[in-house]
């Protein structure tokens, strides 16, 4: 499931738990994307 089905479940219970999953889905999504868009290992500074 993405986010946005957690959200759409949510604003359609209104279940606490629903915003929750809903957050840390979202979070999941954006947060293991790296910033330096070069090519390889060098480029995530590893040796």
Do not use: C, I
Request: proline share 2%; glycine share 10%.
């Amino acid at each position: 499931m993405t986010s946005m089905d957690y959200w759409q479940m949510f604003l359609e219970t209104g279940a606490p738990e629903l915003y929750l999953l809903y957050n840390n889905a979202r979070k999941m999504e954006t947060g293991h994307v790296f910033d330096n868009k070069g090519t390889g290992a060098q480029s995530y500074g590893v040796q």
